[in-house]
């Protein structure tokens, strides 16, 4: 069934994160986003292809770090889209900055601009297209609406999002954000039905974040608006030192928690956020055996192993649900199901490259 | 004590095999003598500091494949040795062609020849040598003496000398040479304490060897003599056609086992082939956790691993028992038991390698 709405929505893609959790292919000079990590594409094109729809969506900002602009062009340019309207961020500032670049650097205050995170893989596109252009009437009548992720399991790694009254349509008020629980309160609350994971996606209008802001954390957006120099360029470029001046803290934290209007729709489109590598190989095609392997490497006689590599071929036998992952500089080997120690192992291989 | 003998040996060093039993980080390219897989130094570049005794041994002559003349002298070079005699095979044809190839080259028919394969470790150089000194006397006497190892375990791998009479010395007869047994037989021998592992070595005179073949395998050494224009060379390169012809068989076969006057010297130097990842494990140092590990990379929680790699760095936690052996092109990771299976993983790759 065609989308068919009144007013073109304005993706906003984040393409700001530089974790290590999926370290050794995630780096910080090539981030999770720039890698195909679950299927052919990666993460950012796949990105790209699912906001691809004329009838919903008006052409992509990205905002992202001076160092990935090239990647987001030849990204973009892979999958024959025109170069999109980059913001590059002079360093890191969280979520608040990003937002608050978004909403100042929009086209036109009213546009409706839709925030959504590059790294996170979405199982059924067409879904999460039918369930923004639900969530449409909410943000056009002034709310700040978030995507509430139906819970599969008892998750730790999370916030969640407490679902209140209905509002507009399907998109309910948020009673309450709840920062990552502890397994017991995971549990009960997955048991409760009212709660829904936070995606980390924002659709509203820009003036609605910007009134936001001023109401809630008039410092962020002051010290953001004052880093730029020329808000309608194709390529924004905030002043470094006047964006570093910007306090460092997230959007939940810095709007989203205080303000009164704000919504959640309940989805169900098959959002991860490939935050680990055992996330990353759930999401991936299996063999037979339960094996996630990529053309050019093999298993032989093993099961439920993820083999992922930009350098050199993998073959393994006789090992079972076992993490094997390469790169021209570094292999990692340890247990699929020990995937939250990554970042112990990249510690101790920032010592060792430190050592020569 | 310092070893004092009357005329000097020549050792002649077998640089040919290139197996796949130590893939990947052996390849036909770079056959596992020219790798450091025990110690800091390559197997030949040990061999080669194992024969610098100017009491016992002359400069050695290498045999090596016509490939790899280049890093036989990069490797000498590398200990500050002047540049070996090589003899440049054009090809592969076993070792009856190689001691063949010896003798006739030899600088004096009455030169003492050790030949000895390039690609072993010895853990006792010391004891090896004064082995040497008390097998002298009867290879100067005209016996062709082989070095039998004191087996530690009924390992099915090896061949094994039966052991016979006092010859010369602590030298005795062989009385028989048994091919590779199965794992009862080798029990039973292990048991019986009169058999040694034929650890592919032999010593003689040049005109004892040739005498030698010329009785039993005159096809070989006419093949051989045929295709050497220049016996004097300081590199000698037999012509590849000629050399082609020469039938490929193994010594043992073609001479050791028909000729009456063989004789095998116990011997205790601490001898391994280090023919598998197993055993290069074993002959490896390891830390408290029993983890075989270079420098650059590392064992976080593990042990019993061995990690070696050409290319890129290697780090692992939570597993154990594991190989993880890693170049620029592949990465094998496996139980470190089953390294009998590494041809197996050999030949998926050439598949793999095969297909792109």
New interface residues.
Partial sequence: MPIAISTLVRPIILSGGSGTRLW?LSTPARPKQFLPLVGERSLLGETFARLSDPALFSAPTVICGAGHVEQVQVIAASLGLSSPRIVAEPCARNTAAAVALAALTATDPDELLLILPSDHHIERPDLFRATVAEALAAAEAGMIVTFGMKPTRAETGFGYIETGAVAIGTVRHVARFIEKPDAERATAMIDDGRFLWNGGMFFARASTLVEAFEQHSPDVIAAVRASIDDPAALLVTPGADRFAATPAIAFDHAVMEKHDRTGVIPSDFGWSDVGSWTATYERSVQDGGGNAVEP???V?DGSGNLLR?S?????????DR?M?L??????????LD?AQ?VR??YE??RE??SD?
Wanted: aromatic share 6%; net charge neutral.
């Fill in positions: 050794p050019g490497s093999a032989i590599s350098g050199p071929r993998i073959i393994t036998f006789g090992v076992l094997i390469a790169t021209n500089e570094v292999v990692l080997v340890a247990p020990d120690r112990e192992a101790r291989y060792l490259t020569t």
